[in-house]
Structures are given as structure tokens and as C-alpha cells.
């Protein structure tokens, strides 16, 4: 019997992309200034909190990484709409966001500012290219939205025991965890790497491009 989902929306595929986005996360905020690469709400309330004090340079730091990750989402619209020829649409997204990062880690102390904006724009690609996990709706680059989704289920599996409403809690939970686990490993490698750290995530998402020539099923969606 085939398998009904695509291979970029299986549970390996989707582990790889929960770690380096936790990843990215912990590589920004530790190693670039404390901006974060993905958690926008968070970059939100700091570029409003510096805004009230009247720290008017210190609101960039948090602007660009907004607008770097909505031009991200945008920029994976145009590759889906136009569909490369030699590479699934999803690949040729995350091979673009593995070079972005290798990009970023050459960027000195002194550029945190396009280096973040940077890490926000291939994020951005991520969770626009990578919104499933075995047909259900999950974000790999933060978790709020799992979080919700992992609840509502945990809920509905202690009020009606349907073991599919426990599979779902268990996978959005465990989505959060490999997030979590990125971060910690972000932690780690950053104290030895330092702005090189970023190149982990770079071949986390190399080995996703590879991942995705597994040919489960025609990728056509």
C-alpha cells in the first residue's frame, strides 16, 4: 500500500526541520544580539518596547527581521507558483535556505543586523514550504501553534479515547520537543562555534534536500 503523504510531509523530514528551527532560534538570540530568527511576535514586542523608550536604532535590530521573514514567505510563494523544472518546488526552497545560512556564517560581530535579517528570510521560506506533517497542519520553526493543536487534541483524546486524537497529541508534543532539543543543541554548538554554529543548521537542511529524493509518492501538490 502506498504512503498516503509526501516525504516532505513525513515525520523524519519534519524532525530535521523542528531542530534547526529551534536551532536558528537559539544561534540568533545567543550569538546575534538576542533577536530571534523565527518567534516574529517576540522581534514585535521588542521592536514596540524600544520604540516607546525611544530607542530608535535599537527598533531596527527587530524591524528587519519582521520584513526579512515576510519577504521569505513571499519568496516561497513565487518558487511554489513557479514550480522549478529539475527540482520539486520544496527542494529547491530548502537548498536556498541551506545557502542563505552557510551565507550568514561569515557575517563578522559588527553585521548582526543583515546577518539576522538573513536567518529570518530562510525561515520565513521554512514555514511557508513546510506547513504539514503526516496531513496535519504544523509549524516547524515555532510552536505556539502546536502547542495549541497538541492541547485541543490531548483534550479530545480524554473526552472520546479515539487513539487517532492521541497520535495527533503525541506528534504535535513531539514537534515541540525536537524544537526544544534544537534549541539545546543551538546552545551548545554557539559556545564552540560561535557565528559559525549556523553551518549545523546548513547541513541539517542539506540533509532534508536529500531526504526529499525519496520518492514515496509523485510530488505534485
Known amino acids: ?20 528551527g529551534g536551532f536558528m532560534d537559539a544561534y540568533s538570540y545567543l550569538e546575534r544580539g538576542q533577536v530571534f530568527a523565527n518567534a516574529q511576535t517576540g522581534n514585535m514586542l521588542l521592536f514596540g518596547v524600544n520604540l516607546a523608550e525611544g530607542n530608535f536604532s535599537a527598533t531596527l535590530n527587530y524591524l528587519f527581521p519582521v520584513l526579512a521573514f515576510a519577504l521569505g514567505i513571499f519568496l516561497a510563494e513565487i518558487i511554489h507558483v513557479r514550480e522549478p523544472r529539475l527540482l520539486h518546488w520544496r527542494q529547491s526552497a530548502v537548498l536556498l535556505e541551506a545557502v542563505i545560512l552557510t551565507g550568514v556564517s561569515l557575517f563578522p560581530a559588527d553585521l548582526n543586523l543583515p546577518a539576522n535579517a538573513l536567518t529570518s528570510f530562510a525561515c520565513g521560506i521554512q514555514v511557508e514550504c513546510f506547513r504539514k506533517i503526516h496531513g496535519h497542519g504544523i509549524a516547524t520553526t515555532m510552536c505556539i501553534g502546536n502547542l495549541r493543536s497538541g492541547t485541543e487534541n490531548l483534550h479530545r483524546f480524554l473526552h472520546t479515547r479515539q487513539i487517532t486524537a492521541l497520535r495527533s497529541t503525541l506528534l504535535y508534543y513531539g514537534v515541540i520537543l525536537f524544537f ?3 534549541a539545546v543543541l543551538g546552545n551548545f554548538v554557539v559556545k564552540l562555534l560561535h557565528r559559525q554554529a549556523i553551518l549545523v543548521c546548513s547541513a541539517l537542511l ?13 510530488q505534485t501538490s
Open 1 to 20: 500500500m502506498k504512503n498516503p503523504f509526501q516525504i516532505s510531509e513525513s515525520i523524519g523530514l519534519g524532525i530535521l526541520l523542528a531542530v534547526s
Open 180 to 182: 526544544i532539543i534544537g
Open 206 to 218: 542539506l540533509a532534508a534536500f536529500f531526504i526529499m529524493f525519496i520518492d514515496r509518492q509523485k
